[in-house]
């Protein structure tokens, strides 16, 4: 299976989103999104800085931390599951 899709393979996940730092550029963090339907993970990763389908997207945050960056992913997600 697909990495990214681990996390909605949970019961009850709606928006899952995995993320890894870049070895060759420390502090840029590829994030990858899947949902199930009705949740948009493309708006999502339009905030940061990509995008892609409805059910899969990705993106790119910039952070000094990998808190700051799952910090990052959290506000741009949150708006789509509520």
């Known amino acids: 299976a697909d990495l990214a ?9 709606q928006l ?4 890894k730092e870049k070895g ?14 009705g949740i948009n993970a493309a708006n999502a990763c339009k ?3 990509g995008g892609g389908h409805v059910c899969a997207a990705g993106g790119l945050v910039i ?3 990998k808190e700051n960056a799952i910090k ?4 741009a997600s949150i ?4």
Do not use: W
């Open 24 to 37: 060759d550029k420390p502090g840029n963090y590829k994030i990858s999104m899947r949902s199930r339907p």
């Open 47 to 49: 905030k940061l800085s």
């Open 79 to 82: 708006p789509e599951i509520k």
């Open 63 to 65: 952070a000094d931390c």
């Open 16 to 19: 899952g989103a995995t993320m």
């Open 5 to 13: 899709q681990i996390p909605i393979e949970i019961e009850g996940v």
């Open 72 to 75: 990052a992913v959290l506000e």
